[in-house]
């Protein structure tokens, strides 16, 4: 039978949007949580409160991802080949083992991390004072790895509107229970909205995942022993990615503290929010439906390839006009944000969404080693990237200062690209397609320009070619990812608007000499 490449294209494509637009409309709810949240942390609580929050997030990343052995990970994977599988009672087995390790890891991990309470607080200020609030975070812990466990196996079923309501609610319970805490009790409240929020989280994530339809299972011992360590053997590489990630931006935000105090810490804390605020919602949706989606062809080095160049160019296209919206309009985004007072991190924002331009072009590459389950490789690179980011901060912040950081992740980025880049090419015969190659090369280099008018140029006019820029890639993006679609997938209203923008496109076209 002959396969119809074009339809299976569109269709492939109309997948990415669809479970894209999924996240990214609870993402636009997020956003505006975000919003009202930061807003309220920052007129309550200013830079220094700001980072004290940032401080005790950046622990809580480190130590669950310890804790919770790589299992929110290796158990979407799991939970994806069960149910591709299409044997009811292998999802039983997986998701039953899944749930029951969570609530383990994360009574191992709550326990640790009250008894090195007072080390971890010598590590992060130097002193004893914050102790006993690590010692009531570790609460939190237990929440997340069982919180965790939950949500990978509605990702791992592939139910995106589900995932996209979870996000929508915990953004709302952040901003609900934080605020009024904050307001009441000022910093010292910090921690106790932290453990509320965790609480909040694991409750709608149990939520959705009871609504999974799972065949009633028992577990023997053995068939417990033999499903927990297929999801170890996956979640070790995991965990000690994750390891290495929040271990880095642990270590990274330490040294901002040791280098210029508290306050600098806050403004590091909200440039790097908003610097992932917009393109974050694309990555998520990659970690969501993508990475799933790409497992379940991960013996076909040309499907592979074909649906990672698909979601590069989705990607590229969704993220590149916002991220040059952020570039453009960072101090007004810092101001709506949080406050006049966090202006100084407005040239720390704009390296942010200049890696992130970067990590945009090189996460689709990265899930084929992942979707492959090429574990060696995937560690090594884990091990390189910890090692190139902690060393180019420990240089940058020491001859920078907090805008340090960002340059650091930048050219973090730089070296990751090339690298991802070599390594699939090597590993799958990886090219990026035509397409890509030409949104590679106008949308990284229009970042450069834009970056570098806001140096060297007045401000008027280094404004007015970013927004020129946001608005002409913008209008290209809409035109053409409305175009990777079938037409039938637009609403009528939609469809007739594009058609006379096309019209009016070729019009003036046509009338340039």
Known sequence: MAVDVHSTGRQSYTQILKSTVLIGGSSVVNIGFSIIRNKAMALLLGPEGVGLIGLYNATIDIVHSVAGFGMNASGVRQIAESVGSNDPDRIARTATALRRISVVLGLLGTLVMALLAAPIARWTFGDDQHAMAFRLLSLVILFQVMSGGQTALVQGVRDIAS????????????????????????????????????????????????????????????????????????????????????GSAYAIRIMVLDEAG?????????????????????????????????????????????????????????????????LTLAPAIMHAFYSPAFYAAVDLLRWICLGMMLRIVAWPIGFIILAKGAQRIFFWTEVAA???????????????????????????????????????????????????????????????????????????????????????????????????????????????????????WSGSVRQVP
């Open 163 to 246: 995932l996209a309501r979870l996000s929508m609610l915990g953004a709302l319970f952040s901003t609900v229970i934080s605020i009024p805490i904050i307001y009441l009790y000022g910093e010292k409240g910090i921690v106790a909205s932290l453990v509320c929020i965790a609480a909040a989280t694991l409750a709608t994530s149990w939520w959705y995942s009871r609504k999974i339809e799972i065949k009633p299972c028992r577990l023997s011992f053995r068939d417990l022993q033999f499903e927990v360590a297929g999801l170890f053997k996956l979640g070790f590489i995991f965990m000690v990615s994750g390891f290495l990630t929040f």
């Open 262 to 326: 508290i306050v600098a810490a806050g403004l590091y804390q909200a440039a790097w929010s908003l610097g992932g605020l917009y393109a974050g919602f694309i990555l998520q949706a990659m970690g969501t439906d993508f990475y799933p989606r790409l497992t379940g062809v991960a013996n076909d080095d040309g499907e592979c390839n074909r649906l990672v160049n698909e979601q590069t160019q989705v990607s590229v296209l969704l993220a590149g006009p916002g991220l040059l919206a952020t």
């Open 386 to 504: 910890t090692i190139v980011h902690v060393g180019l901060a420990w240089i940058c912040v020491k001859a920078f200062g907090t805008v340090g950081a960002g340059i650091a992740f930048f050219g973090l980025y730089v070296w990751h690209s090339i690298l991802i880049y070599w390594i699939a090419r090597r590993y799958t015969g990886f090219r990026y397609s035509a397409i890509n190659r030409i949104l590679v090369m106008v949308y990284l280099p229009l970042s450069g320009l834009i970056f570098l008018a806001f140096q060297f140029l007045p401000v008027w006019l280094a404004a007015s070619m970013g927004c020129a820029a946001t608005a002409a890639t913008g209008l290209y993006s809409l035109k053409t990812l409305a175009e990777l679609l079938p037409p039938e997938a637009l609403p009528r209203v939609v469809r007739t608007r594009l058609g006379r923008a096309a019209l009016a």
